[in-house]
């Protein structure tokens, strides 16, 4: 349940002795200072797709040599899931990158001058925002008050910072009628009982804070606002936490998603969020298909979406690839499954990529990267996990309750001082994966003169390339434009077969072909035609026949 | 001598139904455009002050308004909390006597309030809100530029159905110039269509071996673009009717979809006004054709509860009644499956019980079914348009001459009736339609305190009993509303002046509290999740103090009533 009423947030500075994750991240002044910044060169434009409720902009970079509008898109997101503050900075470092790099020739020039990048930093500008404040919380939703409890009250029961430590952790409270125990092989890590194997739970868990409204729940409404990650209407959470009244009810939402439609030049989509697809690319699932709406990636894709993984891989060497969590009302699988692209998702950084000494075996696999990672916090000693402790509760005046837990927003955002070198790795790999693409070419292309100003006309188009002009999600949401095959004529020509203007069939990659033909009668004399093949997301094709004479090699 | 002229100030003898002496003169046997229509509800705003409120929602593309017309006696409370009933018309603009009943209602409610006890109580205990053309750009579109009686079901705003970069560059073609979007045919002995026998502008397939006189070659168009296929690619296409929230789906699984829910700014502006007003019990929306009211779901793997089914069935059979002809049946089940339909919206993300009216059923041809669709059968569109239109019902056959075929024929059906009544069954549609609404409107949930009885328990502790009751067949929260908490629930309170403290408050569905429901926070304001159609819950309190003791009960789609002890 959500209402229009604002709370559009002043940040708090944390207590002394404590470094806020954030720090060296930069808040939404010091962001928009960098687009507009960036915005002055030549090879990048700025402009505002929306504003938010706080009236903070939307900010789109076009970044492209030469002329922006015709010829193929790549779209980059980033702000996506707002704790993932990471995202919008990697976004934001690879256009600088990018346009840094653009200026002298080499492999980025070329990338700019054959695409236009598109980058949409920080999607959700009021969400990312609020992350930077204290005490340190994971905040996704925008600064739309909303009901989560759907009590009619709105942000009655919000967390609270009960060890005063600057960050919103958990409570583990003693009590034989809880469902939690500690891990058998670390006693940090609180894990749900399981009865088959005999354990019965010792500890109830809840978030840091007081039962502030007395509803026997412990934080239950912060009225946090809809998350831009679950307002996208595949696979929607109607009523769900932070989805918002409906699908696209945000703003955010919707000048994004407009965005990418009236582009029909986006070839594919790269997005910065927890949900990766990069280091462990979807699965197609049959059982998932049997619905009319498809929920499992279309096994004609999966060779892409491996290839593409391949490609990243390479880059990024993960020492230990974690879980991806699902996605409801994502954007990353909303850009696959509605808008019909290949859509790329990369978190860019887990603590867990980076490689780190002795680490363990464990027997109980319960948890099993919570326990990794708690092992790689005993190596390199680091603040990440509060231990816990106990405190005085109001809520329990009986019952020994601790305060503790891994750190919000440490795991998904790296220290300031790596993003540069992150951001880097995803340009070598936007590099490499522009690679990946159709190329349509002509090919058997003849004219045949039948005689009585009647001409046959044949060609065949052949994509040449990796990647088909449409992928077979495309193909059934039916949002990318096919290829038209165009000829002009002499004028006044009359078409006996065939018409001026062809939607061709999808062509499959490394030689799918659509091969056709035309006769034409015409009074010209000598006619010449002109064939081009075209679609705003692939680099079109052109012939004139009959074929002019190759030139003749330059005089030395 | 007969007399000449019948006065209008002082009609000799008044007729059942519509108020004779209207402020506002209207005329129910026409259509009206976006203008007619909206000078007429300015008349009505102006004429009724009291009693209704004009406002826009908001601009459409083509900068036309969304009309919203607020009805409600404005001396009695806050109309936005009084319980409200929805009524909508032609979210598919070529439906366009949709716009009429509502239009009607607007005026009978207005112009008949003083005349009929049954409406001045209603308005004063309800509120009613109209928005009566719900797609104003097509409705001009399809009064003035040339279409058939099916289009345009879509809006203005260009669209590229088959996203060749070219915009709406390929719809049908008025050849003949007459405003209607009819057939082409051209003379082929091996066609396979012929004439019919004794209505000649009808067209009917030839049997087996017979030869034929006429190749049909589909509605009147050109190949604009130059791409083979003749009018692919015309207004919109999106249905505005499948743009809404709940199981919302992208088009290539329910066509007509746009880019996701609400992406059509008018049912936003809409959907935002709604949102805004959990009053709303009960809705009514205007489409045809066919003869139906319709209730949801509109998919097969979406389910009402049996609960809210039994509202709907209990509205639905009265509706049979009072619609002679129209049939009371499901969306998903009983007509085509619909994902993103208003009405699956209003009912599961509002709580709000709604019906889709498909006004004008063939029926009223003859008054018989005719087993011909929800059109009626070719043969009995042509005898009704012989006898009772006098042979206006059809453009006959004419030569033009066409780019690509070469001569053609062009003629068919007006794009004016066959999903429209003609002019003398027109007001009858409205009235009855009208009258199904308002029965729905009066059925909407009513709150009551049917008694509150006090017993000393010693000293100064006493027991309250309250039976609080709802009067009409709808609850004050459907299933699907209690479900997911969409709008809060009913506040029954206890208060007096000597009232020292509510020790315990508690709620049972039979008298003798043998299974209570405790509600141990703010006892003394009892908090009911719903009060099912014509049924009560008892409520008790044991307080402290002394009375008289006051109880009230509000509820945001039923109203609000209080009781007194003595």
Redesign the interface.
């Known amino acids: 349940m959500t209402s229009t009423f604002l709370f559009c947030l002043t940040i708090v500075s944390l207590g002394a002795g404590e470094s806020h994750p954030l720090t060296g991240y930069d808040d939404y002044d010091a962001y928009l200072a960098k687009t507009q910044k960036l915005a002055e060169d030549e090879l990048a434009t700025a402009t505002t797709l929306g504003l938010s409720d706080c009236d903070r902009e939307i900010v789109l970079l076009t970044l492209s040599r030469g002329e922006a509008k015709n010829k193929p898109a790549i779209l980059i997101v980033g702000g996506v899931y707002a704790p993932h503050v990471a995202g919008s900075e990697y976004a934001l470092r690879m256009a600088k990158q990018l346009v840094k790099a653009g200026k002298k020739a080499g492999p980025i020039r070329t990338l700019l001058t054959d695409y236009t990048i598109y980058v949409i930093p920080r999607s959700s500008p009021d969400a990312t925002e609020k992350n930077f404040a204290s005490p340190v919380r994971e905040h996704v939703g925008n600064e739309r008050s909303t009901d989560d409890d759907r009590d009619f009250t709105f942000g009655e029961d919000p967390c609270e910072d009960l060890n005063e430590d600057g960050f919103i952790t958990q409570m583990r409270v003693r009590d034989d009628a809880g469902e939690w125990i500690t891990h058998p092989e670390d006693d940090r890590l609180m894990i749900k009982a399981d009865a088959k194997k005999g354990e019965r739970g010792r500890y109830r868990l809840l978030t840091e804070g007081v039962d502030n409204d007395g509803d026997d729940q412990w934080n239950e409404d912060a009225g946090d606002g809809v998350s831009f990650n679950r307002n996208f209407p595949f696979k929607y959470d109607a009523f769900g936490a932070a989805a918002g009244a409906n699908q696209a009810s945000e703003v955010e939402t919707r000048v994004v998603a407009d965005f990418a439609f009236d582009h029909p030049e986006i070839a594919w989509v790269l997005s910065f969020t927890p949900e990766d697809n990069l280091l462990k690319p979807w699965k197609h699932d049959a059982n998932k298909d049997k619905l009319p709406e498809k929920r499992s990636v279309q096994s004609a894709d999966v060779a892409g979406y491996e290839a593409f993984s391949s490609l990243y891989k390479e880059q990024l060497k993960p020492a230990i690839t974690p879980n991806a969590p699902a996605g409801h009302g994502s954007f990353s699988e909303w850009a696959y499954f509605h808008f019909g692209r290949f859509s790329l998702a990369a978190r860019g950084w887990h603590p867990l990529y980076d490689k780190f000494e002795e680490a363990p075996e464990f027997k109980d696999k319960r948890e099993i990267e919570s326990l990794q990672r708690l092992a790689q916090i005993d190596v390199e000693q680091s603040s990440a996990f509060i231990d816990w402790k106990a405190i005085d509760h109001p809520d329990f005046p009986n019952k020994r309750v601790e305060v503790g837990g891994f750190k919000p927003l440490i795991d998904l955002n790296p220290p300031a001082a790596r993003l540069d070198e992150i951001a880097e790795k995803h340009v070598a790999f936007l590099l490499e994966a522009a690679k990946r693409t159709p190329k349509i070419v002509f090919r058997n292309s003849e004219i045949t003169s039948l005689g009585g100003g009647i001409y046959r006309i044949e060609t065949t188009l052949i994509n040449i390339g990796d990647l088909a002009s449409i992928c077979e999600m495309g193909k059934i949401t039916r949002t990318p434009y096919p290829l038209q095959l165009k000829i002009e004529t002499p004028e006044g020509a009359m078409f006996l077969k065939g018409h001026a203007r062809t939607t061709t069939s999808v062509l499959a990659p490394f030689g799918g072909s659509h091969k056709q033909t035309w006769i034409i009668r015409t009074d010209a004399a000598e006619p010449t035609f002109r064939l081009h093949a075209y679609a705003p997301m692939v680099k079109g094709a052109k012939i004139a026949l009959p074929e002019p004479p190759p030139e003749s090699p330059p005089t030395p | 001598m007969l007399a000449t002229s019948v006065s209008a100030a002082e009609p000799s003898y008044e007729s059942m139904g519509a108020p004779a002496e209207p402020k506002v003169a209207a005329q129910w046997n026409r259509f009206h455009d976006y203008k007619q229509s909206t000078d007429l509800l300015h008349a009505l705003a102006k004429a009724h002050p009291e009693f209704c409120r004009l406002r826009t929602l908001g601009s459409t593309y083509g900068k036309r308004q969304m009309w919203l017309m607020t009805i409600s006696d404005f001396s009695t409370g806050d109309v936005d909390e009084k319980p409200a009933f929805w009524i909508d018309g032609a979210i598919h603009a070529n439906e366009i006597q949709a716009v009429e009943v509502v239009l009607y209602t607007a005026w009978f409610l207005l112009e008949g309030r003083e005349h009929h006890q049954s409406l001045k109580t209603l308005l004063k205990d309800r509120t009613f809100y109209l928005v009566p053309m719900m797609s104003p750009d097509s409705r001009d579109a399809h009064f003035y530029k040339a279409n058939t009686t099916h289009s345009p079901r879509t809006g203005q705003r260009p669209f ?1 159905d ?4 070219l915009l709406d560059e390929d719809g049908p073609d008025d050849l003949n110039r007459d405003g209607h979007i009819t057939q082409m045919r051209i003379r082929d002995r091996n066609g396979g269509w012929k004439s019919h026998p004794k209505f000649p502008q009808l067209m009917v397939r030839v049997e087996k071996g017979e030869q034929g006189q006429f190749r049909l070659l589909g509605q009147e168009g050109v190949d604009n ?4 296929k003749v009018n692919e690619d015309g207004d919109g296409y999106y249905d505005p009717n499948r743009d809404w ?2 199981f ?6 329910q066509r007509g979809a746009h ?5 059509i700014p008018e049912n936003r502006l809409v ?1 935002d006004f709604v ?1 805004t007003r959990p009053n709303i019990a009960g809705g009514q929306s205007y489409h045809n054709a066919g003869g139906m009211i319709l209730y949801g779901p509109g998919r097969k793997e979406d389910t009402f509860a049996r609960s809210d089914k039994a509202v709907y069935d209990a509205l639905g059979k009265t509706g049979e009644q009072i619609l002679p002809g129209y049939r009371y049946m499901n969306i998903a089940h009983d007509l085509y499956p619909v994902s993103g339909g208003e009405t699956d919206w209003f009912h599961q ?1 509002r709580g709000v019980f709604m019906f889709t009216n498909e006004l004008f059923t063939p029926f009223n041809y003859f008054r018989e079914h005719d087993n011909g669709g929800i059109l009626g059968s070719d043969d009995n569109k042509a005898r009704f348009d012989k006898y009772l239109l006098f042979g206006d019902g059809f453009v006959p056959w004419k030569k033009v001459d066409h780019p690509q075929y070469g001569e053609v024929e062009v003629g068919g059906m007006k794009k004016s009736w066959g999903r429209q009544p003609p002019s003398f069954l027109l007001e009858e549609e409205c009235h009855r339609n009208m009258a199904f609404t308002l029965y729905h409107a009066e059925q909407m949930p009513k709150v009551a305190i049917q008694s509150v009885d006090v017993k000393p328990l010693g000293k100064d502790l006493f027991e309250v009993t309250a039976i609080v009751e709802n009067e009409r067949i709808t609850p004050t929260h459907s299933a699907a509303d209690v479900k ?3 709008t ?2 009913d506040l029954v309170e206890i208060k007096g002046a000597k009232l020292k403290r509510v020790v315990l408050g508690m709620t049972a569905d039979e008298p003798f509290f043998l299974r209570p429901a405790e509600q141990p ?1 703010t006892p003394a304001i009892i908090k009911l999740k719903t009060i099912a159609g014509n049924n009560h819950v008892y409520v008790r309190w044991l307080v402290e103090g002394a009375g008289p003791f006051e109880v009230s009960v509000k509820s945001i789609k039923g109203g609000a009533a209080t009781a007194k002890t003595k």
Request: charged share 35%.
């Open positions: 590229d088959d996203r060749d970069g673009d130059g791409d083979g929230a709940w919302w789906r992208p088009s290539y699984v880019r996701y829910p609400f992406s959907a949102k993300m997911h908490r969409i809060p629930p926070k």
